[in-house]
């Protein structure tokens, strides 16, 4: 059982109080008209949020990774797209700090701290979970490289949106995920970069994503994280990170539609009673319940071991794949609670059902979680 510091005690306290007053009550405006969530993410970014896990020294909160998972979790209780961009953003905030030199942190934590927003560039048209097909070339030129490809479903890049970009490109095609992948780290107004579509979304509507388009883009040497050909690896190591972060989404999520489902099956009167004093939707409850609670306790684990500094590239996939079909199941069963209402804008079960469906797909789908968690199963009993 994890107990919360008296510190992550009160990072909890902060964004729940923050995210009922101001993030709640825009939510549905939010996902009805696809808006951005500018205002939110400047005070969130006042208030330590954006640099949480970024060292004090660049101007960060120097959060640990449960706190991490506790503020994502908190956000999305309230709005999920809110909660994407922040996760996204932290996620780009952990690669930099892993892999930058000094001189990258320099130039780019403080601005992260200030809210202005990271977009990770791996996603590709024709490779999505086979991440390692991507086709984007970085070649090699004097002092640097020039990058040419697209990335497609990018997250926190849109017309205004998005400050700093990392891309994964392949610089050496013959070794694609075995070192021909480098990472680089550029501005969005490098001469080359271009917004592509931006997509419209069934769900997560406030967060935007849209298509990156490089062309002829100059990369000095000095923008490449860690070493030519660590891309791929980066990439995974970051998404380790990431996927606890979903995890997190999820849980707060699900947590938010039971109790949406509670509330309601206790107020809605049939057949002379509460619904809620049936014993078939009691039954659904007990396993929503059930599942949140087991969800959370994944989560929190993969979010401890990575704060020790321990390999959760298993506890990561299993926190995302058990975590994110946990949301799904919930949003599910709390719409069914509902009945017919619930398939209506007017309670937010709808927008959260819709939110939920992108989490088994984004960050990797619960179908390559299970293989990245097979592998290390495997290894382990082998
Ligand atoms: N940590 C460190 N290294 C890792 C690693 C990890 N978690 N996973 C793999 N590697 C290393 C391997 O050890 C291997 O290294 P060597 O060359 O030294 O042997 C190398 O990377 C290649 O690994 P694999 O052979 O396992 O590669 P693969 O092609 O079989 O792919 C995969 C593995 C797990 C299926 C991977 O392609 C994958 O995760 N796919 C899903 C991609 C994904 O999640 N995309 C989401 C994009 S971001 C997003 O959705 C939203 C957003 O906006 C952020």
Redesign the pocket.
């Known amino acids: 059982m994890f107990e919360f510091t008296e510190d992550q005690l009160a990072i909890q306290e902060m964004v729940r109080e923050f995210s009922e007053k101001e993030i709640r009550p825009i939510a549905q405006d939010t996902d009805k008209n696809g808006s951005f969530p500018e205002k939110t993410i400047k005070e969130l970014a006042e208030m330590g949020i954006m640099g949480l896990n970024i060292p004090e020294e660049y101007g960060g909160s120097g959060l640990d990774e449960i706190s991490k998972a506790i503020v994502i979790s908190e956000i999305s209780k309230c709005c999920v797209s809110t909660a994407e961009i922040v996760?996204?953003h932290l996620?780009t905030n952990d690669i930099i700090l892993r892999m930058g030199t000094e001189e990258q942190k320099q130039k780019w934590l403080p601005n992260a701290v200030e809210g202005k927003l990271g977009?990770?560039c791996?996603?590709e048209p024709n490779a999505?979970?086979?991440?390692?097909?991507l086709k984007t070339k970085a070649e090699k030129t004097e002092g640097g490289y020039i990058l040419n490809g697209s990335k497609l479903?990018?997250?926190?890049f849109g017309p205004e949106e998005g400050d700093h970009l990392i891309i994964i490109a392949l610089t050496d095609p013959e070794k694609?995920?075995?070192?021909g992948m480098t990472a680089f780290l550029i501005g969005r107004d490098t001469p080359g970069v271009q917004v592509g579509k931006t997509e419209d979304k069934m769900g997560l509507r406030g967060a935007v994503?849209s298509e990156v388009i490089l062309d002829n883009v100059y990369v000095p040497e000095a923008e490449v994280l860690g070493k030519p050909g660590d891309g791929?690896?980066i990439?995974?190591?970051g998404?380790?990170g990431?996927?606890i972060g979903i995890a997190a989404q999820a849980t707060g999520l699900a947590e938010a539609a039971l109790s949406e489902g509670v509330k309601y099956a206790n107020q809605r009167l049939q057949f002379g009673k509460p619904i809620s004093s049936n014993q078939g939707l009691q039954w659904y409850i007990a396993d929503m319940g059930t599942r949140i609670e087991a969800a959370k306790m994944l989560m929190l684990e993969a979010a401890d071991k990575r704060q020790k500094g321990e390999?959760v590239?298993k506890y990561?996939a299993m926190a995302k794949y058990f975590c994110s079909e946990t949301a799904g199941y919930v949003c599910d069963l709390s719409l069914q609670l509902h009945g017919g209402y619930g398939y209506m804008k007017d309670y937010p079960i709808e927008r959260m059902y819709r939110d939920a469906r992108i989490m088994r797909?984004?960050?990797?789908?619960s179908e390559?979680q299970k293989?990245?968690i097979s592998?290390e199963v495997i290894k382990e009993y082998t």
Do not use: C, P, Q
């Open positions: 996760a996204v996620l977009a990770f791996l996603t999505g979970s086979d991440a390692g097909g479903f990018i997250s926190n694609k995920t075995h070192g994503v791929f690896k990439a995974m190591i998404l380790d990431g996927r390999k590239t990561a797909i984004y960050e990797g789908t390559i293989i990245v592998r």
